[in-house]
């Protein structure tokens, strides 16, 4: 069973970094991509980034490209979410995902329970 648990969230001022882990209970971790999508309130959840289970391919939405790095460690079975120059529009519950590429678009088969990253003025 694929269990994921993120931590690292927080309030932050715009402008500043905040960093996100996420820890996978499965040694199948190394076998999937890894992405982070995010959900605002009163907003559809979105994409943010992801990376291939290699860590030779990341990609970025365009809102965080620049600002966010994607990286993982199949060796601790853990990703992070490197995130600099925070604005307010980032606000929003982050979620850690394992999944797989379909048609081009990074797909999520298992979620984590989410981390609540807010970004003041």
């Known amino acids: 069973q694929v269990k994921l648990v993120e931590s690292g969230g927080g309030l932050v001022q715009a402008g500043g970094s905040l960093r996100l882990s996420c820890a996978c209970s499965?040694?199948?971790?190394?076998?999937?991509?890894m992405g982070w999508l995010r959900q605002a309130p009163g907003k559809e959840r979105e994409f943010v980034a992801a990376?291939?289970?290699?860590?030779?391919?990341?990609y970025y939405a365009d809102s965080v490209k620049g600002r966010f790095t994607i990286s993982r460690d199949n060796a601790k079975n853990t990703g992070l979410l490197q995130m600099n120059s925070l604005k307010p529009e980032d606000t929003a519950v982050y979620y850690c995902?394992?999944?797989?590429?379909?048609?081009?678009?990074?797909?999520?088969?298992?979620w984590g329970q989410g981390t609540q990253v807010t970004v003041s003025l």
């Open positions: 499965a040694r199948a971790f190394s076998s999937y991509g």
């Open positions: 995902t394992l999944g797989r590429w379909s048609g081009g678009s990074y797909s999520p088969n298992y």
């Open positions: 990376i291939t289970w290699s860590g030779s391919g990341t």
